[in-house]
C-alpha cells in the first residue's frame, strides 16, 4: 500500500515538471549593445637567482677514539724501547702508552675541529609583479518586444542573445 503511494507521488511530480517544461519556450533578442567589463589583475611571476657563495664550516668527523688506541700502541712501544732494563721496559711502555694516548686523543680532537673552506651555490626566488587589464565579462544591452533589457554575461553573446521564456498564470 505505501509502496503505490510513493508511485502515485512520483508520477504526480513528473506530470507536473513536464507539463512545467511545456511552459517554457525560448526566443532571441537583439543585441543593442555588448560593452566589455575590463578589470586591473596584478599578475606574480616568479624568478630565481642562484650565485655562488665561499662557506667555512668545521669538519665533524666522529670521535672513534682511535686517535688514543693507536697513540697509546705506539707510545707503549717506543716507552718499551727505551728502558734498558725489564723494570724499565715496564714502567716505560706504562708512561708510553699513556702519553701517546694523549697525544692521539688531542691530534684527534684538532683533526676533528678543522675548518674547511668551500663554495656552495645559494639560490633565491623573487617575485616579479606587473599589472594587466582583463576581460571579466560583458554588460549587454538587448532589445525584445519593444522592451530593452541589461544583464551582465561571461561571454559576448554577438548580434542576439538566447532568451529563456516562461508563461506562468497570475491569480487575481
Known sequence: MKLTRVSIAAFALLLSASALAQDITYDYGTVIESVPIVKNVRISTPREECWVEDVVYRESAPDNGLGSVVGAIVGGAIGNAVGHKKKNKQVGAVVGAVLGGTIGHSVSSRRRGMTVHGTEEVCKTYNDYHEEERVVGYRVRYRFNNETYTTRMD??????????????????
Request: cysteine-free.
Open 155 to 172: 561571454n559576448d553573446p554577438g548580434d542576439t542573445i538566447r532568451l529563456r521564456l516562461a508563461v506562468s498564470p497570475v491569480n487575481s
